[in-house]
């Protein structure tokens, strides 16, 4: 009798990484916009960016722990591509040091310079994460799809989760729900607890969108 793995819907890390792409996008444009002096603005997209980098981090690293070891005890011809990945994340994050060194530097004065540099160290960060991006979406996924079960796919939603703070998830769910496809968000709304989905619909939906206007160009 055979039988038969489940295997994860993978397109799930597509939909996370279209959070990365779109943001890195908008954090260098929004900061690009910002007056040079308007240290509130400055602070607010700072908070953003933080939130963006911290995400960012948790999200490799979950693959780090939880990906990499098993992919590479699974495969041989791949393992080249697999180590690459590693090594893209470490690129990744040397570009996220210096953009949190530029935060820094900017949000205490939001000056003219201060605002170059950062703008600079988020388009080398965006280039940087989209080549990486590209590279795991077409030639990682379906490793996963072939080799990783359901259940430890899952493992890495649950680290994410773990890792985000309770007063985020919506911030999070909304996120991941913004350029989603109608069958995506069904699939995404179907996973949570029905109190949940009814406080997303109430209260997340609206919450998303306002800080949205606020930090958006």
């Known amino acids: 009798m055979t039988t038969t793995v489940e295997r994860p819907w993978v397109q799930e890390m597509v939909v996370v990484h279209r959070i990365f792409r779109r943001e890195s996008r908008n954090l260098a444009e929004s900061v690009a916009a910002c007056p040079a002096g308007d240290t509130a603005r400055a602070a607010l997209l700072t908070g953003l960016a933080r939130d963006y980098v911290e995400g960012l981090h948790h999200h490799h690293t979950g693959e780090d722990d939880l990906l990499w070891p098993k992919l590479l005890a699974r495969v041989d011809l791949d393992a080249e591509t697999v180590l690459r990945m590693e090594q893209q994340h470490h690129v990744v994050a040397e570009g996220l040091e ?16 201060e605002r170059a540099a950062l703008v600079e160290a988020l388009r080398r960060h965006r280039e940087q994460l989209l080549v990486h991006l590209d590279d795991e979406e077409r030639h990682i996924l379906p490793l996963v799809a072939e080799h990783i079960t359901a259940a430890e796919w899952a493992e890495l939603g649950e680290r994410g989760l773990a890792n985000t703070p309770k007063n985020k998830l919506l911030f999070l769910l909304g996120a991941m729900l913004e350029d989603a496809t109608p069958e995506e968000t069904a699939r995404f709304l179907g996973l949570l607890p029905l109190p949940a989905r009814i406080l997303w619909h109430t209260v997340g939906k609206r919450s998303y969108a306002k800080r949205m206007r606020e930090v958006r160009v």
């Open 98 to 113: 210096d953009v949190g060194r530029c935060l820094a530097a900017w949000e205490r004065g939001a000056g003219e310079a």
